[in-house]
Each structure stands twice: as C-alpha cells, then as structure tokens.
C-alpha cells in the first residue's frame, strides 16, 4: 500500500473520531446546555401566562403544566412540567404521563425525566431520601409532595406501568411501594437507573402534605 493511500486512510480515521467525540460531547454536554435553555424558557411562559390568567402555557413542544421545585437538587432548581413524555418533551423539561393525576388531584401525578444529557432534570435521583420535599407549582396554588420513599429504593424494568397506576401497588409483596390508602394523592417520579443507556427505571413515591395559595 502506497505511502499516499496510508496517509489518506489515517486521515479517514482521525476524522470518524472527531466525529465521534463530536457526536459524544454534544449528547454529553451540547444537549444538556440546550434543554436548560428551555427549562428557562418554559419557566418563563408559565409566569407569563399566570400573569395573563391562564393555567397552563403553549410552548413550541406543547402545553407547560406546572413547575416543579425539588429543594434537595438546590434553591435555583424549576424546570416545567409538560404534557406528555416524548423525546421532545423529555429534551425541554419533565413529562406528565398522560392520564395520570394533575398537581393536587386524588391518584398519581407520575412524572418522568431523563438522568443524563438534554438538561439531566434527574440526575440526582439517587441522593433523594425519604422526607425530602417535591414542590409543584400551578397558576394559584403550590403542592408540595413528601418522598415516601428514597430515589434509589426502587429500580423496575420499563415495562413495569404499575409504578405509574393511580394507586401503585408493587406485584411484589415484599418489594417497595408507596403503601397508602386508595384515594391518596401521589407524585412518582422515574428515570434512568444508570447513567447510560439502560432498560431499568428508578422511581420515588411522594405524597401530597401540603397545599398553599402561591
């Protein structure tokens, strides 16, 4: 093989890496900086429209729900809660399962969010413990959910919708799970239990203590 065709081929080769690392370094850090734009964003037409009387906010991705507030993630932490739990919606904030419980209501607002890249909402699941508080704030009202149980309790496969029913009872009668009454008002939250591509979920049960005028 020639000297010229070598060098051509190493060249090849440092290219597909940089592309590689490229590719690697926007998933890890590009994605992330991006969806805090967004969660700011959706911060703001919320307050926006709140102001302007409406309950929820139309965004480019859909309707904004609610803010949530997770005081052990720190004192700077809102990001929006948006219907649904798409990759759109999952990459510019936390999803509302469809059907499940709006902020307040009896049953379970179960919301999911991602753990690493398009702003890592939570990644810091596994520091929750049990008593930590989850607020969620709406046009007139902030709930705010206690853990019942700790953010690295719990670990499902995907395919586990239990987790997310209106009264989560775990099929496992030693396993974890919330253990309230049926009428309860819940908040579960689900993510990624690792860091990188995974089929298994982490999920936390909370439930409503509090209701305030905001």
Do not use: K
């Not at 093989?1 to 890890?28: E, F, K, N, P």
């Not at 590009?30 to 969660?39: D, F, K, Q, V």
């Not at 009454?181 to 049960?205: G, N």
Request: proline share 6%; glycine share 10%; net charge negative.
């Amino acid at each position: 093989m020639s000297r010229r065709v070598l060098t051509a081929t190493g060249l090849l080769l440092v290219v597909a890496g940089l592309g590689v690392l490229g590719y690697v370094a926007w998933q890890l850090w590009g994605t992330t900086l991006l969806a805090e734009r967004r969660h700011d964003e959706g911060v703001a037409a919320l307050e926006d429209a709140w102001d302007d009387g409406e309950d929820t906010a139309r965004t480019d991705i859909g309707d904004a729900l609610a803010i949530v507030r997770v005081p052990r993630f720190g004192d700077d932490y809102a990001v929006p809660l948006l219907a649904g739990t798409g990759d759109d919606v999952l990459a510019a904030g936390l999803g509302h399962f469809e059907g499940s419980a709006r902020p307040g209501e009896v049953g379970n607002l179960a919301v999911a969010g991602h753990r690493i890249t398009h702003g890592e909402p939570l990644r810091r699941m596994t520091e929750l413990e049990v008593g930590d508080l989850v607020l969620v704030d709406t046009r007139t009202t902030t709930y705010t959910y206690r853990l019942l149980t700790a953010g690295d309790a719990l670990e499902v496969p995907f395919t586990a919708t239990w987790v997310v029913d209106p009264a989560p009872e775990n099929p496992d009668p030693e396993g974890v799970g919330p253990d309230t009454a049926p009428d309860a008002r819940l908040l579960t939250l689900t993510t990624c239990a690792e860091l990188f591509h995974t089929d298994q979920r982490l999920v936390a049960f909370a439930e409503l203590v509090d209701e305030a005028p905001r």
